[in-house]
């Protein structure tokens, strides 16, 4: 079971909206989270911010990570520390055509035509500015959950949606894989988990376990089934899957922990507990999940802030989300989300130990 030992804000304001909250763990022990902020739910003017702390507890002033692209794009992206050492951000970028619009669109279920981004640095105190790439197939990018940097290779992951401009047809029943081995320069892509039915992935994670196998986790939307997974162990040539996890829930974010097992933080707003969950997991030869841990470290008032239903389609209504899972270098466990409620909106952590 986990026990929480701390629990506290990251950051706290009232007028914006604060999401995707990620953290890396930096050579010193100590830990930097980003996180964005925007207008209102659905507002394409996505500010990326970073702040650092030396235990999880106290943080410093958030700032901005790219201060010369304010109001000039919009930016969402997430932290990562990967096996080779490097920090990246990396995500999708909007360009922004006036003060006020959406990304999204209700009516399509999809997002304006954007592109995916990088960049790398050795500290994780001053980032490049982000490297732009474009998306190999038509359709719009979801991509929450940064890059997967090795010595060798570079693994970027994201959901096509459909597109507010409609200029083709998008293929979203799938997964769409991006590999470098030169550093970013060129990518080569390919098509994972197709599915002919009703299909939506979203908030889709890549993670390299101890045990050297690939996995993916990943929200269908459509499915009743929502969690899911993808398994790899021939270094991404093929992925097995997907998988339906043993828990239902919305939005995952992971951290591969000891043994060839997975930590998982998800959200639950129609089952169970409301709030944020931690599963932990390991996986047989043949892929199967085994499911050690599974349950709430952080209770909401409310799923929504309005008590609607919870599904996907309700996304702009959620009262918390997005949450993450750091492991700390005394093997405690930093889960992190935004939240919305009581008047307040802002980042939120909770420390936890396994017993």
Excluded at 7 to 36: H, Q, W, Y
Excluded at 44 to 50: C, E, G, H, L, T
Excluded at 342 to 355: A, S
């Amino acid at each position: 079971m986990f026990r929480k030992i701390a629990e506290g804000n990251v950051f706290v304001n009232c007028e914006k909206n604060a999401s995707g909250p990620r953290t890396a763990i930096l050579d010193d022990g100590s830990i930097v989270c980003t996180f964005m902020l925007n207008s209102y739910s659905g507002a394409n003017d996505f500010v990326p911010m970073i702040t650092y702390s030396k235990d999880g507890t106290e943080w410093t002033d958030a700032k901005e990570v790219w201060p010369t692209l304010v109001g000039k794009e919009s930016l969402f992206g997430s932290v990562r520390k990967g096996t080779d050492g490097k920090y990246s951000i990396s995500g999708q970028v909007f360009p922004i055509a006036c003060e006020g619009e959406n990304f999204w669109s209700d009516e399509v279920k999809g997002m304006k035509e954007n592109s995916v981004f990088l960049s790398i640095c050795d500290d994780a105190k001053e980032f490049p500015l982000p490297e732009k790439v474009d998306l190999p197939y038509y359709g719009s990018a979801e991509q929450p959950g940064g890059l997967l940097t090795e010595k060798d290779k570079i693994t970027m992951i994201y959901a096509p949606y459909p597109t507010i401009e409609k200029r083709e047809e998008v293929d979203n029943g799938c997964i769409v894989v991006l590999c470098s081995t030169d550093g970013g320069k060129n990518f080569t892509a390919k098509k994972i988990g197709s599915i002919e039915a009703d299909s939506q992935y979203a908030e889709s994670w890549i993670t390299r376990l101890s045990d050297g196998r690939l996995m993916i986790s990943t929200w269908q939307t459509a499915s009743e089934n929502s969690s899911q997974y993808f398994i790899s162990d021939d270094d991404g040539e093929t992925f097995q899957g997907p998988f339906a996890q043993d828990f239902r829930g919305q939005s995952t974010g992971i951290s591969a922990w000891h043994e060839g097992s997975v930590l998982i933080a998800y959200n639950q707003r129609k089952y169970d507990t409301v709030g944020v969950w931690l599963a932990m997991e390991k996986f047989s030869e043949d892929g199967k999940a085994q499911l050690l841990e599974n349950e709430p470290v952080w209770e909401a008032s409310t799923g929504t802030r309005s008590g609607t239903s919870g599904n996907f389609s309700q996304w702009t209504d959620f009262s918390f989300g997005e949450p993450s899972v750091s492991v700390l270098p005394d093997d405690s466990l930093l889960v992190t989300f935004w939240y919305r409620q009581d008047g307040m909106k802002g980042i939120r952590y909770v420390r936890l130990v396994r017993e």
